[in-house]
Structures are given as C-alpha cells and as structure tokens.
DNA sequence: CCTTGAGATTCCAGTGACTGGAAGCCCTAT
DNA sequence: ATAGGGCTTCCAGTCACTGGAATCTCAAGG
C-alpha cells in the first residue's frame, strides 16, 4: 500500500503518518522508487494510534500503549494506570474550562452588547470588582 | 518599577512579560541603565492581560481586547462578541473533552487491572467493538 | 576598593503535534 | 512526449510561552 491509500483508510492525512514515521511510531518498508510501502499490520498500528490519539492521549502515551498492545507479557494494570492518569487529566482541564465558562458567560450576559462603550466585560479584565 | 517587582505585582512572570513586549502588548520605557521602566499604566494593563488569558482568551483577542479597553468610542457589542465566540469555542473544547471522558471511563471501569494481559483498552484502541 | 550575589539584559532553542509549501522524482495514460 | 497526480524530502510556521547561557548592573559587606 502507498501512503495515500494508508491514509484513506485509517483517516489519519499523509503528512502526519510521515511524522509518525519520524518520530518512531511506524516502520513502513521502502519499495524500490523510495515509496513507503505499508502492510496491513502499519495499517492497523495507524488506526490505533487514531483512536488514541481521539481519546486524547499523547503521542508518548501512544507509544507506550502501542508497545504495551504487542507486548503478550503486559499487565493490564499498566495500561489500565495510564488511562486512569489520562482521565483524571481530562477531568482537570474539563473543570478548568466550566470555571471559565461560568465567570464568562455572567460576564456575557450582563453586557448590553450595544453602541455604547459601558462594558462589564472589560471593567471585570480591568479589575473592577462586579 | 523594575520588571520582578511588576511580575510580583501582576503575577506574570518576568519571561512572559518580556514576551509580551516583543509581541508589542506592552511598550515599557527604558532606564538609563537599559532596564525596563513599568509606569503604573503599564502594570494595570499586564494585569489586564493576566485576567483575560485567565478566561482563555487568545493573544490575538487580548490584543484586541486592550484596544477596546483604551477606545473611548468602544461600542460594548463588540467586546461582547468577542466574548461570545470565546464562549462558544470553550462550550465546543468542553463537549469534545466530556465525549472522551466519557468513553474513556467506560473502557477503565471495564479493564480489570490486573497482572494479565488480557484488556478491553487496548482491545477497543486496536479495533474489536466492546 | 573589591567582591559577591541578586536581578536585569539579550539571544537561541525547545515544547506538542502537527501543517503548509516548495522543489523535484515517479508512474500512468494519452 | 507530455500532462497529471502522487510520492519524496526539507524547511518553516503554528501557539504561548519557557529554559538556559552569557553578559551587564546595582547595592551591600568586608
């Protein structure tokens, strides 16, 4: 397989697989014109590496968890660790951004959004008290 | 005022506020000695700038949030757009961050943990439905 | 007067995970 | 022979800092 049916079928665009491939993650042979010359096992790495990498897992995250997926000696309990610290993660920045939200969309919400230049928005980034 | 008592009072670190310079968001006078100078003005408008990057406003939007803050003929409605579309794109960073947390916290309750290999993470990453 | 240490300066490089673009090779079809 | 599309590499840019090195300035103590 080339790279561009790769990427079709595992969603993932051809420039990030080169990346990919600069970074580690894959392996493709080289056919005799330079191609890249995928299997059906690149491609299923890819698809992988996609849905990780859509549950937000960083690449280094990946990389483990790829080698934890080909390791039949693994214990679910490493991989099971790393999606717990991935959640808690997730749950951080989630609460971070209602946090945000909150404050802003009382902001929002008390500014008349007309002509005039009165702004709660910026007395509040000014650091006037509501 | 020297650049570590204006980091202490802003909470801005002296690297950022450097930084910030070079973007031009700030413009400190110099000393004779090539040190910056902080005014008062200048310490209000990095606090400005800490409580906006606070709500997760871009460079670009705090960029053109001070503008508006400095623009007596501001008309409240296009702080408050700014405002929205923030708002929006932070609803739109809170439901993508919710869908992983929710699948992802199926596929941990659902791993056992423990010293075996067998495990439904890497089983759904690698393709095979629940 | 000299030294020491803190705090200031500039500049360069790295972060994460790509993404865009340019220049050029390869292959197939007309 | 040529046109096109796909492939290659390499370099640069994104966003908002952050770390580190080398150098300068200043105030205090011996």
Redesign the interface.
Known sequence: MNIGEVAERSGIPPKTIRYYEDIGLVRPQRSDNGYRAFRETDL?KL??LG??R???FSIEDCRT?LG??E???????Q???I??E??AA??E??AQ??S??S???H??RS?????????P??S????NPA
Chains 1, 2 share one sequence.
């Open positions: 299923h698809a992988f849905r990780a859509a549950l937000g968890l934890l997926y390791d039949e000696n693994r214990e679910s309990a991989v099971k660790a999606a717990e991935h959640l997730i749950d920045k989630i951004l209602q945000m939200r404050t802003l969309s902001l929002v500014c008349h959004g007309d002509d005039l230049p009165d702004c928005i910026l509040d980034l000014a650091g």
